[in-house]
Nanobody
């Protein structure tokens, strides 16, 4: 089992950047596929980016390709989401998630953090 705690959210102007962090507890962090999801008001929670246990395989939803970068540091049991060129439509609660499956895409994750709010003003 793994516990996840997100940080780094906040208010930023359009065009700005934020870096989200997710700290994981548990001895087997390096064996999990990790992902970042987001949920805007009135919308479903969707996968934004995913990364394999080794970091060699990544997934991005089309709307963030070229702007967001997911990375992980297994030695620190952490995963990150660097968000650049932010747009108002990126406003959402962002969640860190972990799963046992090695499939990087897909919405079926086993463990979730509490979420961190990201607000992008126009």
């Amino acid at each position: 089992q793994v516990q996840l705690v997100e940080s780094g959210g906040g208010l930023v102007q359009a065009g700005g950047s934020l870096r989200l962090s997710c700290a994981a507890s548990g001895r087997t962090f390096s064996s999990y596929t990790m992902g970042w999801f987001r949920q805007a008001p009135g919308k479903e929670r969707d996968l934004v980016a995913g990364i394999s246990w080794s970091g060699t395989s990544t997934y991005y939803t089309d709307s963030v390709k070229g702007r967001f970068t997911i990375s992980r540091d297994n030695a620190k049991s952490a995963v990150y989401l660097q968000m650049n060129s932010l747009k108002p439509e990126d406003t959402a609660v962002y969640y860190c998630a972990a799963k046992v499956s090695p499939v990087v895409g897909g919405n079926l994750y086993n463990y979730w953090g509490q979420g961190t709010q990201v607000t992008v003003s126009s």
